[in-house]
Structure formats: structure tokens, C-alpha cells
């Protein structure tokens, strides 16, 4: 199978693990946004120098494979093919009264105070072009990303979401978490949700198809 020169970015999978294969098989490389789920067997047959993803909110932090980008945040390079992003992992569970610590669900979905406050010192010192994060700023729901209710009050994660899109203006933010495909220009930044298994394939030249 002849594989296309993109990046393909792929939105939440939530355990859907067969139809994230099939997704990966034609791009030469893919960032998948968060809540892949809590099992990661899958991933022994995927190669981690070519399909990696940020872990959201639904993520089993205590078994993260070598493909979770790390800390809880950061720059990654494809440099094949011209694509760099800065990271930003986590979000709040709006249900984790109905999950199980540990089995569904860990208290590092969303990154600490002092963690906060070093990612925006650091992008206020790198002025990222591209950001890739698995939730948005709160101005993002002002626009209708948001399809479900409870997700509309301010959380620690959207908060530093807020204070990220204050410190930099990237042209481009992309994000999973809210299970719709949707797009806003705001103030300069193009700002694209993608829903459960929804993706957008970005090439070499910058350009975006889905």
C-alpha cells in the first residue's frame, strides 16, 4: 500500500482501536488527540517514530505506551514532512463521579498548578504556530464547540487554555475532547475540533483536507 506524504490527525477514540488502525494504515504519520482509552495493547504492532498521540482526559495514566507524547507538554517535529506543533495533554472529566480511580479514571487527566504555570512561560518564550491539545480554550465554547452541557463551566484545563491563547497567537489549534467536528477562525487562530474518529490530513505545504 502506496502510504500519503501527510499528518494525519485523528480525534478521540475511546477503545475504538480497530477503526484507529484502519484510520493510520494510509498516512506515513498520525497524532491522535486524547482519550484513547485504558488499554494499550494495541499499540505493540504500531511504530512509535510514526504514530503518536496526547493523552486526554480518558487515558490510562499509569500504562502509557512509549507512543503517549510525554510530560505535559511540549514541541514534536515531523520533520519529513515540515510539521511542527507544540502539545498540551489532559482535560477535566465532567463524569468522573461515575468512574473508578484507577480503572477509569486518574487524577493526572489534568496537568498541575506549577505545571500551568511553566507551559505558559513557555509558550509565551516560544510563540508556537501550531498548537495540538485534546481540550480548547473557553472562547471556543462561545462559538458552539461544545455539544455537551456540563462541559461549559471553566476548568483548571480551560483556564490555561485561556492564558495560552493570551501569551501566543498560533495560527492553528487543533483539539478533540468534545466530540464535534467543528471550526472557527477567532482572532486570527483556526481553530478546529474533531469528533470521535473524525480526521484532517495536513501536507507538506501546510495545507489541510479532510
Known amino acids: 500500500m502506496?502510504?500519503?506524504?501527510?499528518?494525519?490527525?485523528?480525534?478521540?477514540?475511546?477503545?475504538?482501536?480497530?477503526?484507529?488502525?484502519?484510520l493510520i494504515k494510509k498516512p506515513k504519520y498520525s497524532v491522535q488527540l486524547g482519550d484513547m482509552n485504558f488499554n494499550y495493547s494495541q499499540f505493540v504492532h504500531i511504530d512509535p517514530t510514526k504514530h503518536v498521540f496526547i493523552p486526554g482526559n480518558h487515558d490510562n495514566y499509569e500504562a502509557l505506551p512509549c507512543h503517549a507524547l510525554p510530560g505535559d507538554f511540549g514541541t514534536y517535529s515531523v520533520a519529513e514532512l515540515n510539521f511542527d506543533f507544540f502539545y498540551i495533554r489532559g482535560a477535566y472529566s465532567v463524569d468522573k463521579k461515575w468512574r473508578t480511580h484507577g480503572l477509569t479514571w486518574w487524577p493526572q487527566e489534568e496537568i498541575s498548578w506549577a505545571s500551568c504555570n511553566k507551559l505558559i512561560?513557555?509558550?509565551?518564550?516560544?510563540?508556537?504556530?501550531?498548537?495540538?491539545?485534546?481540550?480548547?480554550?473557553?472562547?471556543?465554547?462561545e462559538y458552539g464547540v461544545v455539544t455537551n452541557d456540563l462541559k461549559l463551566g471553566c476548568s483548571k484545563t480551560t483556564a490555561v487554555m485561556d492564558a495560552v491563547w493570551d501569551e501566543c497567537a498560533p495560527s492553528l489549534w487543533l483539539f478533540g475532547h468534545h466530540h464535534n467536528d467543528w471550526e472557527r477562525t477567532l482572532d486570527?487562530?483556526?481553530?478546529?475540533?474533531?469528533?470521535?474518529?473524525s480526521f484532517v490530513d495536513i501536507h507538506p505545504d501546510g495545507s489541510i483536507t479532510r
Open 188 to 197: 486570527g487562530t483556526r481553530f478546529i475540533c474533531l469528533n470521535e474518529l
Open 121 to 141: 512561560n513557555t509558550v509565551k518564550e516560544l510563540q508556537p504556530r501550531v498548537i495540538l491539545s485534546h481540550d480548547c480554550p473557553s472562547v471556543c465554547h
Open 2 to 22: 502506496r502510504q500519503l506524504d501527510v499528518v494525519r490527525i485523528i480525534g478521540d477514540v475511546h477503545g475504538q482501536h480497530g477503526r484507529y488502525v484502519e
